[in-house]
DNA sequence: CTGAAAGCGCTTACAG
DNA sequence: CTGAAAGCGCTTACAG
């Protein structure tokens, strides 16, 4: 049984393979109702395996970037990667959505994982990218059942076998800005940190922790706040580290908002920086570039991160598979004007 | 002779307006060269005035959001206004795109922008939205001729009558930030304005400039410099303001970047904001937010005005007309700690 | 350069 | 719940 395939799929041949009429399958990619269920999920089940598209067949070729939070300086420069590297021919479109938008899943109907991925696919998009949002399982399964590759930039979760991320080498980056703050001759220095649940922030600090206890100065408990990552709690957590009796001579902030609303901390209190204390950022965001003093930081190359998010994804959806499910860029130390030796006492 | 025309218009309806066969117009549509220039020309015009789409019909409905600089803080707030009035149901799918990218325009032949503009008919999308971008005048008229409906954002020249734009009272901007630092007791004041071709800059300076002349306290020609909206125009034309033998006491930003820049160079010398000069941004980014001191702006309602420019752009699309072809969003003053009176002499 | 005709992929009213 | 058959929108090899 010579099962004749030459190019894409039609509803003839997932008819042929399921055993079922043209007029069956038609339903089922219509959604009409008058199929029986078992029948349904053998059709859908074909219609995935098959890669059917429809008559339309590739539609210009299209990428969905996912963001969870607002946009802001972090996701400009991810969003800056992917859209050169989306420029470059062929060219793929970039859709921008937040959230589980953008997608037409029926009237007004609540929108689940399951529709989200199907309305997805249905749209034609190529693949998924996902920006340090938290994708559900559920989303990530059903993208998978819908045959939407998906690549998660910057994952709060350890990377799972099955997701395909591309991150930072954050541990590294933790360790580089000690190594930093040591080279100058701090020893009394605090971590200012994001969710504390966010693999890039438990990574950071547990790099920047060994490094600080390897060399003598370890990182007193006090001295050590898991924030979120926002400015808010830059100016708040950093603005009560900074009242403290003895307060850090510096401060490695998880992220540059945080940096920089410490920076208005300090501000606040007539703290000078760097005299009076050292900050080192994260991130690398035009935000430390305009910063005043600018910015210290660890810098992770996020327009890389997109760009290769975005040629990981592609790849994908042209069927082939990655050499690694997980991979990370390397960060490194950018030394601005936020960082000084801690005055003589 | 009675048309019929119930639904969309198909290869048929065009055939017979245009008096060809049916084949002929599948030509035209799948751009082959075996049809006269003439006829040709004929059969694209009949295909725009009826809305031909394709089979396809409608597909989802997609509004293209082209910038031309790199993604800023400014682009951040219009394209979260645009996300948010995108995902109010029904919804539309947005697409980000840089120039003329993201559209397939065939194998590797210059963009043109009639090539552009057929691409983006061919795509599918609704409409385009063009933000801070020179569009010119061939890329309007190409999208005009392809159907496709144009709004712009903060439109560089003067709104034409022929394209419709969506912008902020500039010169009303202007006015407040002069009676802001009028009323702290500042006489000598400074303009530190983007490109001098832009329509926003202009506007924005002819309104501080009057109401300071009205006050009896015009602003000395040596104290206004048109550099452009960018951040380095503020640290090195900012900076040179600051090292003259009688520097302002106040200075009124073009734009936040503009203001953060002058702040910058105001620390490299130790003067002190607001204490030594006061600064007033506009736009009211997140920049001016995260600024140390907090940025007073003139805050234009960058989100409103992407929401405003994605609702118009819809309703263009779907063949209604627009009250106005340009609509101008209130400005209002934002103080926060940037700006004081002036020491005494 | 044009179009009649064959044929493809799909949908749907209807019979079973 | 299923499918034979009619028919629609479109494309294309080919004759003129």
Known sequence: MTTSRPGRATLATIAQAAGVSIATVSKVVNGRDDVSPGTRAMVEELLRRHYYTGRGGTRQPTVEVVFAGPLAAYSNEVLEGVLRAAAEPPGVAVMLSKGRTGIDTGAGAPVTPTSW????????????????????????????????????????????????????????????????????????????????????????????????ETAGHPVRDDLVLHET????????????????????????????????????????????????????????TQLAEFCSPPLTVVRQPLREMGRVALRTALRLAAGASVDSHHVELATSLVVRASTAAPRQR
Chains 1, 2 share one sequence.
């Open 117 to 212: 991925a199907l309305g997805v696919a249905k749209a034609g998009r190529s693949a998924v990218i996902s920006v340090s949002n938290e994708m559900t399982v559920e989303d990530a399964t059903a993208l998978a059942g819908a045959n939407v590759p998906l690549v998660v930039i910057d994952p709060l979760t350890p990377a799972g076998a099955d997701v395909t991320s591309v991150g930072a080498t954050n541990y590294a980056g933790g360790i580089s800005a000690a190594e930093h703050l040591l080279s100058l001759g701090h020893t009394r220095v605090a971590y200012l940190g994001g969710d504390l649940e966010a693999g890039c922030n438990q990574a950071r600090w547990q790099g920047f922790r060994s490094t600080l």
């Open 229 to 284: 990552f926002r400015y808010a709690a830059g100016v708040a957590a950093g603005g009560a580290l900074l009242d403290r009796q003895h307060p850090p001579t510096a401060v490695f902030a998880g992220s540059d908002e945080i940096a920089v609303g410490l920076i208005e901390a300090c501000r606040r209190r007539g703290v000078r920086v760097p005299e009076d204390l050292s900050v080192v950022g994260f991130d690398d």
